[in-house]
């Protein structure tokens, strides 16, 4: 059977996301990682807190709750990338070893200025989003084009081996996502 980790890109209504989009004219300015279709689980470096913007670090974002539960409408992409069941093990490594270790991570609020100005700016327990992604990427074995700290979210819209399997509304696809997991643990136990 394959195996597959996916690339989240969405564009929240937050004030530094409007800001960001602005700045950049980019149509999504967050990206996330998940090893499920159904993004059970996603992860990225993002704020810890809804209300606010910082701190902000390794956080499991859940579709419906947090920042993601604070706005009905979130357009999104979502790409699929084939992994090696070598670099799935590896993949599942390193999102434990974020988890378990996320007080040690912090957001990397001066690389946000580096990544925009294209400056490679590597700081070992610091990461932005895109940065964190491509850091994974890495480490898993995907090779990238360029260091991972200067990777923007909209460079994994063209990520080379990725397949965009959706492009709408985050909360309908995660909606339907579910329905359909229910509609099978049904048709299972019948």
């Not at 859940?62 to 590896?90: H, M, N, W």
Request: proline content about 5%.
């Amino acid at each position: 059977m394959a195996e597959y980790i996916y690339l989240i890109m969405t564009q929240t209504g937050t004030r530094p996301a409007r800001f960001f989009r602005f700045f950049t004219k980019k149509p999504y300015n967050h990206v996330s990682l998940s090893g499920d279709e159904k993004l059970s689980e996603m992860y990225s470096f993002c704020r810890t807190y809804c209300n606010f913007p910082l701190p902000a670090t390794f956080n499991k974002e859940i579709v419906g709750k947090g920042t993601l539960g604070k706005f009905d409408f979130i357009p999104c992409e979502i790409y699929r990338i084939p992994v090696t069941s070598a670099q799935k093990s590896e993949f599942n490594r390193i999102i434990k070893h974020f988890h378990e270790n996320h007080n040690v991570y912090s957001y990397n609020i001066l690389g946000l200025l580096a990544v925009y100005f294209n400056i490679e700016w590597n700081r070992k327990k610091s990461f932005v989003c895109s940065q964190f992604v491509a850091y994974t990427m890495d480490k898993i074995g995907i090779p990238l084009k360029k260091a991972f700290c200067l990777y923007k979210p909209d460079d994994f819209r063209r990520f080379p081996g990725s397949t965009l399997i959706f492009s709408g509304e985050l909360n309908s696809f995660y909606s339907c996502m579910q329905s359909k997991s229910i509609a099978k643990r049904n048709q299972i136990a019948r």
